[in-house]
T-cell receptor, first 114, second 113 residues
């Protein structure tokens, strides 16, 4: 399976600021996804990061709040904009090497907003 | 609306015992059912997965049982060990479609020595 890294691994941010999370894969992958996991909760898909085009967002998530970039087949970023304490979560990227393969997850970014 | 329902929320098992976690789904378009294991501070790791054309899949101490007509699947951990203590998530996806994973709510397993 692909090796996935995320930066930063954790951060503490002030309300109203923005944080960009990076996801790097050691091999080219077809699909990249961003999930949110609130403390003690399950995972919720934020969006599918599409290479060379706008991300596909799930219901309840919007581009202005969570802009996503995917400039190539091994890298994506998620920005959490204008943060509030409710954004405190673990943010995870996942990848799939092809359209019909399983997803593998990165280690996550633990975000605390004060 | 929760696409995948998972139970129990927490489970305590003695070392050597069998841990059983159950999941149910509604969307008949789902065609791939993975289980993920998550330790504190880590991302979910794929444990085992099944497609609906088989009723059971076994990998070591881990077995998935799948009942297509009932739209249910379960994870059995045989000879449970303290190192198995983690949160387990079932999931479902339509791989021939968008391949979005829909997760269950998770089961926190504690194996007592």
């Amino acid at each position: 399976s692909a090796v996935i890294s995320q930066k930063p691994s954790r951060d503490i941010c002030q309300r109203g600021t923005s944080l960009t999370i990076q996801c790097q894969v050691d091999s080219q992958v077809t699909m990249m996804f961003w999930y949110r996991q609130q403390p003690g909760q399950s995972l919720t898909l934020i969006a599918t990061a599409n290479q060379g085009s706008e991300a596909t967002y799930e219901s309840g998530f919007v581009i202005d709040k969570f802009p996503i970039s995917r400039p190539n087949l091994t890298f994506s970023t998620l920005t959490v904009s204008n943060m509030s304490p409710e954004d405190s979560s673990i943010y995870l990227c996942s990848v799939a090497t092809s359209f019909q393969e399983t997803q593998y997850f990165g280690p996550g970014t633990r975000l605390l907003v004060l | 609306q929760q696409q995948v329902k998972q139970s129990p929320q927490s489970l305590i098992v003695q070392k050597g015992g069998i841990s059983i976690i159950n999941c149910a789904y509604e969307n008949t378009a789902f065609d791939y059912f993975p289980w993920y294991q998550q330790f504190p501070g880590k991302g979910p790791a794929l444990l085992i997965a099944i497609r609906p054309d088989v009723s059971e899949k076994k990998e070591g101490r881990f077995t998935i049982s799948f009942n297509k007509s009932a739209k249910q699947f379960s994870l059995h951990i045989m000879d449970s060990q303290p190192g198995d203590s983690a949160t387990y998530f079932c999931a479902a996806t339509h791989q021939t479609g968008a391949n979005n994973l829909f997760f269950g709510t998770g089961t926190r397993l504690t194996v007592i020595p």
